[in-house]
């Protein structure tokens, strides 16, 4: 069962447009979610995380936002580059219970940006 | 400032071989430890991960292993590798307090032949 369900699976943006990547996730013990970019024969890097007492954070031209009540959080990449073209996987953190500490994945969006 | 190194960047190994990735962290104490595979151009399939020293938790049966003989080094094994077992390989850390994000070493790229 995928506990963090992410969409699209790939996005084709252009240049200087709004690439918005979705995620989904049902567990209340999820207390922190990261985004990742991957970019090929790298590990995961991460790019922005929030926790669930906020419902937007900004880093330059990164947001998330998050609906606690939809369960559900989103990447936006405002003005896109042809250099953010890469993985991005949205993530979760359990806090307690028999997962405490897991880290659980989205199934990853690739991201290409056309110049 | 806290790093965490992997090594070897790139393994061939025969089919029935031995594996051992090492992993280890430093500038923290106590971190979560974890052990993921992707299958190229797929997502990050979690195999192990670590709370603690003798507290490993396996999420997928296979014929891997991991132990954690020291807090802060993390090792992934196998007795004999099968075909199936080639990927990229990625241990992460996290420190152990609420609401941390984890980090990723640069991977290993396992191919078995």
């Known amino acids: 069962q995928q506990q963090v369900k992410q969409s699209p699976q790939s996005l084709i943006v252009q240049k200087g447009g709004i690439s918005i990547i979705n995620c989904a996730y049902e567990n209340t013990a999820f207390d922190y979610f990261p985004w990742y970019q991957q970019f090929p024969g790298k590990g995961p890097a991460l790019l922005i995380a929030i926790r669930p007492d906020v419902s937007e954070k900004k880093e330059g031209r990164f947001t998330i936002s998050f609906n606690k009540s939809a369960k559900q959080f989103s990447l936006h990449i405002m003005d896109s580059q042809p250099g953010d073209s890469a993985t991005y996987f949205c993530a979760a953190l359990s806090d307690r219970g028999s997962t405490l500490g897991r880290l659980y994945f989205g199934r990853g969006t690739q991201l290409t940006v056309w110049p | 400032s806290q790093t965490i190194h992997q090594w070897p960047a790139t393994l061939v190994q025969p089919v029935g071989s031995p594996l051992s990735l090492e992993c280890t962290v430093e500038g923290t104490s106590n971190p979560n430890l974890y052990w993921y595979r992707q299958a190229a151009g797929r997502g990050l399939q979690l195999l192990f991960y670590?709370?603690?020293?003798?507290?490993i938790s396996s999420e997928v049966p296979q014929n891997l292993s991991a132990s954690r003989p020291q807090d802060r080094q993390f090792i992934l094994s196998s007795k004999k590798l099968l075909l199936s077992d080639s990927g990229f390989y990625l241990c992460a850390y996290s420190t152990y307090k609420r609401g941390t994000e984890a980090f990723f070493g640069q991977g290993t790229r396992l191919t078995v032949v």
């Open positions: 670590s709370i603690g020293i003798d507290q």
